[in-house]
């Protein structure tokens, strides 16, 4: 089965540099975009940056010049390179791939991990 396994938050000050983990497994890596996503508390989850199967990158507007999505097809993993982080950036993120079961596509998540900023 699918499984997404998120690592790498933690508590940081404003200013600082987290790299977030995505490990992803049962399905086939390479043939899949991904994306991350980030939930505060009491709002709804909102994209944060996709990459696509052949590595085009697209971000939303908040992180844009400070948060770098990427992947190893050797470790079927993504990854997202948090900079400059502000207290704003603080929520759970989660990494998504939508995977096709016959002719519709199944969204999976992770179980979160959760980042911190402090000011």
């Known amino acids: 089965q699918v499984q997404l396994v998120e690592s790498g938050g933690g508590l940081v000050q404003a200013g600082g540099s987290l790299r977030l983990s995505c490990a992803g497994s049962g399905y086939t890596f390479s043939s899949y975009g991904m994306g991350w996503y980030r939930q505060a508390p009491g709002k709804q989850r909102d994209l944060v940056a996709t990459?696509?199967?052949?590595?085009?990158?697209n971000y939303a507007d908040s992180v844009k010049g400070r948060f770098t999505i990427s992947r190893d097809g050797a470790k079927n993993t993504v990854y997202l390179q948090m900079t400059s982080l502000k207290p704003e950036d603080t929520a759970v993120y989660y990494c998504?791939?939508?995977?096709?079961?016959?002719?519709?596509?199944?969204?999976?998540w992770g179980q979160g991990t959760q980042v911190t900023v402090s000011s």
């Open positions: 990459i696509t199967k052949t590595q085009s990158t």
């Open positions: 998504n791939v939508g995977v096709y079961s016959g002719i519709i596509i199944l969204p999976y």
